[in-house]
């Protein structure tokens, strides 16, 4: 059984940081894919970010490049995603989640298997 577990949400004021962290516990697939995905009250969830574990190719969305970065600690089996320059637009309960390479694309919901319970962050004006 995979167990993702999210931390590090929070409240910032805009221009501030914050950096989630996602543990991944379980056995995984043997190549597989981290994703970030957001989701704002009364909005879809939308992808934030990902990073394949092995390899570590990088995948942004538009609107946090430059921004965010995402990371992976293979000892610790955990995937961070760093947040910089917040503006109020990041506002949401952010996910971590997990799929196999091969599973569809790292930008779409559906193929990721597993979710973490989704921190919250919040960012005021």
Request: glycine share 12%.
């Given at each position: ?113 597993y979710w973490g319970q989704g921190t919250q962050v919040t960012v005021s004006s």
């Amino acid at each position: 059984q995979v167990q993702l577990v999210e931390s590090g949400g929070g409240s910032v004021q805009a221009g501030g940081s914050l950096k989630l962290s996602c543990a991944v516990s379980g056995r995984t697939f043997s190549r597989y894919v981290m994703g970030w995905f957001r989701q704002a009250p009364g909005k879809e969830r939308e992808f934030v970010a990902a990073i394949r574990w092995s390899g570590g190719s990088l995948y942004y969305q538009d609107s946090v490049k430059g921004r965010f970065t995402i990371s992976r600690d293979n000892a610790k089996n955990t995937v961070y995603l760093q947040m910089n320059s917040l503006k109020p637009e990041d506002t949401a309960v952010y996910y971590c989640a997990v799929k196999s390479e091969s599973s569809g694309s790292y930008s779409f919901t559906s193929p990721y298997d597993y979710w973490g319970q989704g921190t919250q962050v919040t960012v005021s004006s």
